[in-house]
């Protein structure tokens, strides 16, 4: 054999100790870089990192339907040194966590309507929210008619885990008056549109309503701080009345369904025997708003950006978001983004739009 040949098998032998001996000591190497990312994780704090103003955080842009990549709805807005958060999906507080926005710092959850997936997170939420801080009052959370009947149905569904913490922690720890969630319902009166639900610290928030029939009293949220603002659809069917609370703003957070994705997801399960399930891809059509007209709604309204959330259905394959992009951009002329968990759309007080991904892990 020629030099270069033994030299060729001398490295691949090399090598392959190298590698052997990894895999045999890879749980003391993981161990190792968890040692050293460990700090880094309990001490990320995004707030520190951002300027003053309105911060949209993606803690959740999924839906219903599986998806490993991304948690249940839920967007948190970070008012100066204030964190609000908008729905709670299933995953959304491991996610907020993983982003660097601990939920004890959580002011105030906003629900848009009371649909499983947009409230699956909250009890959850209220347990992170509790002992991350010791929290010595309950995670508040507001919401239309019928908010205190979830916030109660929760609150006794965790009432027996609630003493094992108090029991393994002690009260200084898990204080029993911080746990669970304490509710405040608003109503908008009859011929208006929208009710004033916060209003202090140079932070207003806004809840109007929308079209989500047969869903009573769903309905998006304007919030303005520091002369920014952001506007939050919640679930909704095309509704001019979005357009008119999105009117200026700089960020619209609009739900979307790609109705070509979902027609094949629906032809597959008719094909499958499963039609019960083509029925329920049918009749989303119905109560959300194509991406299309996601556009439509931003344009008219004459916002700054898009973020698109919510996206049905899924998007398992690196690509498939994009066409949410895509679309979008044919009836929208503003930037566009198909939201993923752990994107962060700033808005700082000084002007401007920046657009980064912070999910560290």
Same mark, same amino acid.
């Not at 911060?55 to 609000?84: K, L, N, Q, W, Y």
């Not at 006794?156 to 094992?164: K, L, N, P, R, V």
């Not at 922690?169 to 029993?176: D, K, R, S």
């Not at 200026?248 to 094909?271: F, K, P, R, S, Y």
């Given at each position: ?13 090399l ?17 190792a ?6 700090? =880094?994780? &309990? /001490?990320?704090?995004? @707030? $520190? #990192?951002?300027?003053? +103003? !309105? ?35 299933e ?10 926005v ?6 105030t959850?906003?629900l ?5 997936d ?11 929210h ?6 010595q009052?309950?995670? =508040?959370v &507001? /919401?239309?008619?019928? @908010? $205190? #009947?979830?916030a109660? +149905? !929760?609150?006794?569904?965790y ?6 913490r ?55 949220y ?9 506007v ?9 009345? &979005? ?5 200026g ?29 083509g029925?329920?891809f ?5 109560y959300h ?59 700082p007080a000084?002007g ?10």
């Amino acid at each position: 054999m020629k030099r270069g040949g033994l030299v060729l098998l001398a490295v691949a032998a090399l090598l392959g100790a190298a590698l052997g001996a990894l895999f045999v000591f890879r749980a003391d190497v993981a161990t190792a870089l968890f040692q050293r990312m460990a700090p =880094q994780g &309990v /001490g990320n704090v995004l @707030t $520190a #990192r951002l300027p003053d +103003g !309105l911060h949209a955080v993606f803690c959740g842009t999924g839906s219903p339907m599986p998806d490993r990549r991304r948690a249940g709805p839920c967007t948190a807005v970070i008012a100066g040194e204030r964190v609000f958060v908008f729905d709670a999906g299933e995953g959304a507080a491991e996610t907020l966590s993983l982003i660097g926005v601990s939920p004890g710092r959580i002011d105030t959850v906003f629900l848009t309507h009371l649909h499983s997936d947009h409230i699956d997170g909250l009890a959850p939420m209220a347990l992170q929210h509790w002992g991350n801080v010791s929290a010595q009052a309950p995670l =508040q959370v &507001v /919401g239309p008619t019928g @908010t $205190a #009947r979830v916030a109660a +149905g !929760l609150n006794e569904g965790y009432a027996i885990d609630s003493t094992y913490r108090v029991a393994h922690h002690g009260e200084q720890i898990m204080p029993p008056s911080g746990f669970g969630l304490a509710a405040r319902e608003f109503v908008i009166a009859d011929g208006a549109d929208s009710v004033v639900v916060h209003d202090a610290d140079g932070v207003r928030i806004i809840a109007f309503q929308v079209n989500h029939a047969p869903v009573d009293g769903a309905v998006g949220y304007r919030i303005e701080y520091a002369g920014r603002s952001i506007v939050i659809s919640g679930d909704t069917s095309r509704d001019d009345r &979005v357009i008119a609370a999105a009117r200026g703003a700089d960020l619209l957070v609009h739900e979307a369904i790609d109705t070509h994705l979902n027609q094949i997801m629906q032809n597959a399960a008719n094909a499958g025997g499963r039609e019960n399930v083509g029925q329920i891809f049918n009749d989303i059509l119905t109560y959300h708003t194509s991406t299309e007209d996601a556009g439509r709604v931003a344009q008219e309204a004459g916002v700054g950006a898009l973020a698109l959330t919510h996206l049905l259905p899924p998007t398992p394959l690196p690509g498939l978001d994009q066409r949410f992009v895509r679309a979008a951009r044919t009836t929208f002329s503003g930037p566009v983004w198909a939201a993923r968990d752990g994107d962060v759309v700033s808005l700082p007080a000084s002007g401007g739009i920046e657009h980064s991904h912070q999910l560290r892990f």
